[in-house]
T-cell receptor, first 115, second 116 residues
């Protein structure tokens, strides 16, 4: 079946502009995660959605970052007033359910470059 | 999540088996052992996970020591496509904590090099 998809695959934006990144999780997966990975670095957790529960935003680095998940499916990560340090690969993952016994399936990521 | 220790790198030949070790001496009884890998310029990919018993799937096998303080990921016949960084992660499965507590944290992993 279809895996996790993300769009765009690459995004170049000027400092100060807003960007929106999209994630389509695997159908039927109730848990959705956003991460980012800077060059040569590990994964950094950003935000988590589980079903209809309020999202866990504990990983968002600043109030310029926000995310929503409509209808329990597609999610959008928005970065306002982008800064150069926001340049990274933004990864989305989905899981059949929340909880640590479930594996996560990752999308190909969106490479964001802020100039 | 408890800490894991992996070798920085390993090298193997194509079409030979590969055994990737992971030490996790502080594992708790409810921690699941997960393996992910990340190929160059790609997102992480789930490989396998287990709790106590050995596990097999189409990608690999996971051998878990009887005391659960170590485990080994086995690639039965390595191909060039298996060259990646492999991450061994412990994830507590008893209580669902949600959110950031469920987010994956990768250590440095093992850089697997496959020689043709």
């Amino acid at each position: 079946g279809a895996g996790v998809s993300q769009s765009p695959s690459n995004k170049v934006t000027e400092k100060g502009k807003d960007v929106e990144l999209r994630c389509d999780p695997i159908s039927g997966h109730t848990a959705l995660y956003w991460y980012r990975q800077s060059l040569g670095q590990g994964l950094e957790f950003l935000i988590y959605f589980q079903g209809n529960s309020a999202p866990d935003k504990s990983g968002l680095p600043s109030d310029r970052f926000s995310a929503e998940r409509t209808g329990g499916s597609v999610s959008t990560l928005t970065i306002q007033r982008t800064q150069q340090e926001d340049s990274a690969v933004y990864l989305c993952a989905s899981s059949l359910a929340g909880g640590r016994s479930y594996e996560q399936y990752f999308g190909p990521g969106t490479r964001l470059t802020v100039t | 999540d408890a800490k894991t220790t992996q070798p920085n790198s390993m090298e193997s030949n194509e079409e030979e088996p590969v055994h990737l070790p992971c030490n996790h001496s502080t594992i708790s009884g409810t921690d699941y052992i997960h393996w992910y890998r990340q190929l160059p310029s790609q997102g992480p990919e789930y490989v396998i996970h287990g709790l106590t018993s050995n596990v097999n799937n189409r990608m690999a096998s996971l051998a878990i020591a009887e005391d659960r303080k170590s485990s080994t990921l086995i690639l039965h016949r390595a191909t060039l496509r298996d060259a990646a960084v492999y991450y061994c992660i412990l994830r507590g499965g008893f209580m669902y904590s949600g959110g950031g507590a469920d987010g994956l944290t990768f250590g440095k992993g093992t850089h697997l090099i496959i020689q043709p």
